[in-house]
């Protein structure tokens, strides 16, 4: 019974000798449902058609500028430099972020591991375009083999380019095996690098 006291209707139809009430949807379901359409529309309009927005990936890079801004300000500028090198070489916690850009930014020429692919392999003492510690960020910052490394200094913060040349200083020794086998000449071996700041 209905709360009118009338019987709730029955459907005509029958499938299997079972039928249905006919009871409409109710009111708030509608309401529900009606709210879910009307933000769907303003949603692709706002963050699809609109240059008002941010797309997820323009989000993401305006929270790491602002998180490497917040990370740079505890050690400033940082010069290229052989001591600057080997004190970030030493230093755990910086050489995560260096390892970071380089998985962003190298990987693609150099592997997953920097033994090589379309890039010479970085894990040897064997190199074609560094003969001292200070050539590595000299390289990043202004490419070599005329373009076939390109040069990284207008899409690489300064301090980047030192942290990513400290993490691959200090992948040297471990000679990995790639796929381009030893290039260049063997150079002398880095200095040691000074304890954690």
Partial sequence: MSADGNRDLL???EYDGIQEYDNPTPGWWNLIFLGTFLFAIWYILYHHASTISLSVA???EEDIADDLKKRFSAIGDLKPDEPTLLKFMANEEWKIVGASV???QCVSCHGPNAAGQIGPNLTDDYYKNVRQLTDIPNVISGGAEAGAMPAWKTR???NEVVLV????ASLRGKNLPGPRGQEGERIPPWPTP???P
């Fill in 102 to 104: 380089f998985k962003a």
């Fill in 165 to 168: 040349a400290a993490y691959v």
């Fill in 58 to 60: 323009q989000s993401y």
């Fill in 156 to 158: 690489l913060h300064p």
């Fill in 11 to 13: 459907r005509e139809h």
């Fill in 194 to 196: 000074t304890a954690k």
